[in-house]
């Protein structure tokens, strides 16, 4: 099977709602994807390795932080256009868009949206380019779901604040040349930090061991009586509503990319089905195969629009937290099924590295899981539909 064949399945035309500059986009990262991604992803996936020169290159393309204005070095895009650049990123590799997804919405938003115009100058342009590396950490070892209930503390001293806690399941965290942290002052306020590497006391111990995006770093944030200086504390944002707005941007993302990865999954059953045969014909003539793949371009379908929609809302600043839930939560879960049944239609070979669906269905149970597992965002939508909170 080659790559030249490939055709984005667009069944409802969701491409006229695009505009010129996200078709050009597309078309620029589409084809980085299949030129620096695709051909080295599954080899640094089956070994464990994120290839970190990606990031790199990811900051020539302009994709780091692309809704970010240009003065501070993003590109100035609208949401739209950030969501086809997930969707093409994840079609190469979940653990690619984390990336770009942590650097762009995780790292570079919080410090556009609640720093000071000194962390702007000192960090946004050297994070689009990629020189930085930046990691978000709001998980901790005991508080997951419910990151309300951290412990990691700061405590004011003179001209610095104290930092202990740590921070767990951290993407990026021991390759990160920085990162936005999220811990209580002694009021029990949840506050913004900016850490660096090289601060005393500051370790980031690497989590391995994973089945789920194997070409992603994941670690651990660790901080004994870290010194940060005051001016590294976000000062336009007090509590939990700070992460969360990270988070809003972050979702919305996945709610695109997660269409990426269906979309390779349902482009390389098609193809296979079309050559595999058995019983004297394709399998792509057995009425059971044809429903596999209608049902799934199907919902592929339906995940694109609602992607598009959200795109639209977020654009006039009119989307709500329960309407990305509903996205992110609908949209991965869509591709995980997708992956599930394209890997059924290629048989044993389903299960090979000589396909990308494993490593995609597999990186999934990742993306299903973190920025919000599946049952938190259905509690968030309950939530909007009800009045109530179910959480506590
Ligand atoms: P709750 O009392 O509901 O809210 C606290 C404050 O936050 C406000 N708020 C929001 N603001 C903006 N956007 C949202 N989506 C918001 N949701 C809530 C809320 O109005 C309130 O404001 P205020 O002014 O009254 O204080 O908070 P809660 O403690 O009940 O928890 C709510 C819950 C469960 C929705 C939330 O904590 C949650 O979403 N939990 C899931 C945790 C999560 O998603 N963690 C992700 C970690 S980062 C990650 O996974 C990165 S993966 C990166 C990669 O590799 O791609
Ligand atoms: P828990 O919160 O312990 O949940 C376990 C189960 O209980 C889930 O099924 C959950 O839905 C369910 N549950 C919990 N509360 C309720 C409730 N009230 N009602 C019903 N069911 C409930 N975090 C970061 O801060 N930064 C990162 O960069 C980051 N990267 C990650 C990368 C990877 C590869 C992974 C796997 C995780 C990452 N995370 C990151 C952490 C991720 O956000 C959390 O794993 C996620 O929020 C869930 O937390 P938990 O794993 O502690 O599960």
């Given amino acids: ?157 003179g001209d610095h604040f104290l930092l202990n806690g740590a921070k767990m399941w951290i993407t990026n965290a021991s390759i990160c040349d920085m990162s936005v942290v999220w811990a209580k002052d002694e009021a029990g306020v949840i506050r913004g930090l900016i850490v660096e590497r090289g601060m005393e006391g500051f370790t980031t111990p690497e989590t391995g061991n994973k089945w789920s995006l194997r070409a992603s770093v994941t670690g651990e944030l660790v901080f004994s009586d870290v010194r940060i200086p005051k001016e590294n504390v976000l000062p336009n944002i007090n509590g939990l509503k700070g992460p969360l707005m990270c988070l809003n941007s972050a979702r919305y993302g996945i709610a695109w990319g997660a269409v990426g990865a269906a979309i390779d999954c349902y482009d390389t059953a098609v193809r296979y089905a079309l050559e595999r045969k058995q019983f004297g014909k394709p399998i792509a003539a057995f009425q059971l195969t044809q429903r596999k793949l209608a049902e799934m371009l199907t919902e592929i379908t339906k995940a694109q629009l609602l992607a598009w929609r959200l795109g639209v809302l977020r654009n006039d600043d009119r989307a709500t937290p329960g309407q990305i839930s509903m996205a992110k939560r609908n949209n991965v879960h869509m591709a995980l099924q997708v992956a599930r049944e394209a890997r059924q239609i290629l048989g044993a070979m389903g299960i090979t590295g000589d396909f990308p669906i494993m490593r995609h269905m597999m990186n999934l149970e990742s993306v299903i899981t973190y920025e919000g597992t599946h049952d938190i965002h259905l509690l968030i939508t309950g939530e909007e539909i009800t009045g109530i909170g179910a959480f506590h």
């Fill in 1 to 157: 099977m080659t790559l030249s064949i490939y055709t984005f399945p667009d069944h409802f035309l969701v491409d006229e709602l695009l505009n010129k500059e996200h078709l050009i986009i597309r078309s620029a990262v589409r084809d980085w994807v299949d030129r620096s991604v695709r051909p080295i992803v599954e080899k640094a996936s089956q070994q464990h390795v994120f290839p970190v020169h990606l990031v790199r290159e990811m900051g020539d393309l302009g994709v780091l932080g692309s809704f970010i204005p240009q003065e501070y070095g993003g590109a100035g895009l609208d949401q739209i256009a950030y969501g086809v650049i997930m969707t093409e990123l994840e079609r190469g590799d979940s653990g690619i868009r984390s990336a770009a997804s942590v650097q762009s919405s995780l790292v570079m938003y919080p410090i556009f949206r609640f720093g000071s115009e000194a962390q702007r100058r000192k960090y946004l342009p050297k994070l689009a380019t990629g020189e930085m590396i930046g990691a978000f950490g709001l998980t901790e070892p005991d508080h997951g779901s419910d990151p309300g209930s951290m412990i990691t503390r700061m405590e004011e001293r």
